[in-house]
């Protein structure tokens, strides 16, 4: 089961920290944090592989690092200079040896 956390309505160029937790003790093999903005499709904002590898969607580069805790099982991505077109709904995904998982969707609101 996964957690996020971390979600909230901010103003432009402010910054968050959305958390995923992953409970239990299943290797992850790779977590990403995807969003999903209104009446558009989910896209990959970034993830990181078991052995630290990390990638990032072009429009947050330099912006969002994704980091993960000795464990594997909690995955934070920190947020900053904060822009409206980053409003969407964050969800994070755990792939593991039995498959993918997802966590419930935080919300995050940019204003300008």
């Known amino acids: 089961q996964l957690q996020a956390s971390g979600g909230g309505s901010v103003q432009a160029g402010d910054s968050l920290r959305l958390s995923c937790a992953a409970s239990?003790?299943?290797?992850?093999?790779?977590t990403g944090w995807y969003r999903q903005a209104p009446g558009a499709q989910r896209e990959l904002v970034a993830d990181i592989g078991s052995a630290g590898r990390t990638r990032y969607a072009d429009s947050v580069k330099g912006r969002f690092t994704i980091s993960r805790d000795n464990t594997g099982h909690t995955v934070h991505l920190q947020m900053i200079s904060l822009k409206p077109e980053d409003t969407a709904v964050y969800y994070c995904?755990?792939?593991?040896?039995?498959?993918?998982?997802w966590g419930q969707g935080t919300l995050v609101t940019v204003s300008s």
């Open positions: 995904k755990a792939d593991t040896l039995l498959g993918a998982f």
């Open positions: 239990g003790t299943l290797p992850i093999v790779n």
